[in-house]
């Protein structure tokens, strides 16, 4: 019953990357205006992650040098994709793919399936504990599913086709939590390295590819408006992390 109830709250969870789905109710006028909103928000939120949620639950799990070792790892691991894997990067605003949109979503599986492993251990332990982790998690996960599809849209997908890879990079949640379950008494180890790994990624994709888009706005009250989003971010995250049940 736990396990069919664990990936019951997963299949939720992942379902919540089709929040961006308001993407596409959007005028593209509309949608351009307020997208590097969203990609403030995004950068925010994935800053507020790493350090506010993502290392202090990996070094309640183990020894904080190697966690922040691991972070290192994952920042430098992140840089050298993009800088010999996808060597083709543009700054440009509508070149045909940044690079930083794949980075993306490959943290952002990374992330999902962290989620999932921690869904499977808590329906292990008892099916309300379960619950009330996975509200936790889907009130963190909404503005940044939101700020991921404008990361997308942002850095050249289409908005149908953002939807689309979001929704598949979200559906390693379900693959976490059957993990998760299934090893759920020696999980804290797994969690322990991806979980900082992770982070590196995201402080990554925040300051070396989405804060320096923000940087070359010109217009006064632009920058204030980003700033703000930027903030609210880290505040979303700063929220859900405070009431995170552990």
Request: aromatic content about 14%.
């Amino acid at each position: 019953m736990n396990l069919f109830a664990a990936i019951a709250a997963s299949i939720l969870v992942s379902a919540i990357s089709l929040v961006g789905v308001l993407g596409l109710l959007l005028h593209a006028q509309l949608l351009e205006k307020y997208l590097l909103s969203l990609v403030s928000l995004a950068a925010g939120g994935l800053i507020g992650g790493a350090f506010l949620h993502l290392m202090p639950e990996a070094i309640r799990k183990g020894d904080p040098l190697r966690c922040f070792s691991i972070l290192i790892a994952g920042f430098v691991l992140f840089f050298v994709i993009e800088k010999f894997l996808f060597w083709r990067h543009c700054h440009k605003q509508h070149c045909e793919v940044h690079p930083f949109t794949y980075l993306n979503l490959i943290g952002d599986g990374i992330h999902n399936f962290i989620d999932g492993l921690i869904i499977g251990v808590s329906f292990s332990v008892d099916i309300r504990f379960g619950a009330v982790t996975t509200l936790a998690i889907v009130l963190h996960e909404i503005p940044q599913e939101i700020g991921d599809f404008g990361i997308l849209v942002y850095g050249g997908f289409s908005k149908g086709k953002a939807l689309f890879y979001n929704f598949l990079s979200s559906l390693t949640a379900i693959a976490g939590t059957l993990m998760g379950y299934a090893i759920s008494s020696d999980s804290g180890f797994f969690t322990a390295l991806l979980l900082p790994f992770a982070a590196g990624g995201f402080v990554y994709i925040a300051a070396c590819d989405l804060i320096p888009e923000l940087q070359g706005q010109r217009d006064p009250k632009s920058s204030f408006i980003s700033m703000g989003f930027f903030v609210t971010g880290i505040g979303f995250m700063f929220l859900a992390t405070a009431f995170h049940v552990q």
